[in-house]
């Protein structure tokens, strides 16, 4: 349990994509506000320019390894906030897949807002999001000091997944789409 949990966690990459260096810095800001940080993705880039970054608080906050499977299911039930951040925030509906796994598998998922998740799954119910770095600081404090709503708004969202947002349940709208286009010709 102690390898696996954090009061907040992140899963994703850090590389040098420019979609990818503006997490680092939110990441910074939740460790200097005093949040015990753990995150899991492939490595930071070994190079020149990233040893500062490596050998810092975040380097020293990484996990270890790229976690999937069981691994990511503990990680995402033992962490009391999973952070998430998407690399393409300003187009509608660009939610990570991850969402739907973290939240199926239990974790209270806080993410930055992407127009239309609500849509999918229900801020403030099924799931928590943000605006700005500042915003992020003030709920991350907020939620860590109220369990019992953390944990109701986590299992309102695990409900929501697992009735709405499963393989089978994308495979039946799927076919009635198929279905529709089918009979219109």
Same mark, same amino acid.
């Given at each position: 349990m102690k390898f696996f949990s954090s009061d907040v966690t992140f899963v994703g990459n850090l590389g040098s994509k420019?979609? &990818? +260096?503006t997490r680092r810095g939110a990441l910074e800001r *939740? +460790?200097?506000? #005093?949040?015990?940080?753990?995150?899991? #993705?492939? !490595?930071i880039p070994r190079k020149f320019s990233t040893i500062p970054l490596i050998l810092g608080k975040l380097g020293r906050s990484y996990g270890g390894r790229f976690i999937? $499977? /069981?691994? &990511?299911?503990k990680?995402?039930?033992?962490? /009391? +906030?999973? =952070? %998430?951040?998407?690399s393409m925030p300003h187009v509608r509906k660009s939610m990570s897949a991850r969402m739907y796994t %973290?939240? $199926?598998c239990g974790a209270f998922y806080m993410c930055q807002h992407?127009? #239309? +998740?609500?849509e999918t799954l229900e801020p403030g119910k099924e799931i928590v999001t943000f605006r700005s770095e500042d915003e992020m600081i003030d709920m991350i404090k907020y939620y860590l000091n109220n369990d019992g709503? !953390?944990? /109701?708004?986590?299992?309102a969202g695990r409900e929501r *997944? =697992?009735?709405d947002h499963t393989y089978e349940v994308r495979m039946r709208q799927m076919m009635d789409i198929i279905n529709k286009q089918l009979l219109s010709m």
């Open positions: 420019s979609q &990818y +260096i *939740v +460790i200097n506000s #005093g949040f015990k940080l753990k995150w899991w #993705g492939p !490595r999937w $499977g /069981k691994e &990511y299911a990680v995402a039930k033992l962490s /009391k +906030i999973f =952070l %998430a951040f998407d %973290a939240v $199926g992407v127009e #239309g +998740i609500e709503l !953390r944990m /109701k708004i986590a299992k *997944v =697992l009735k």
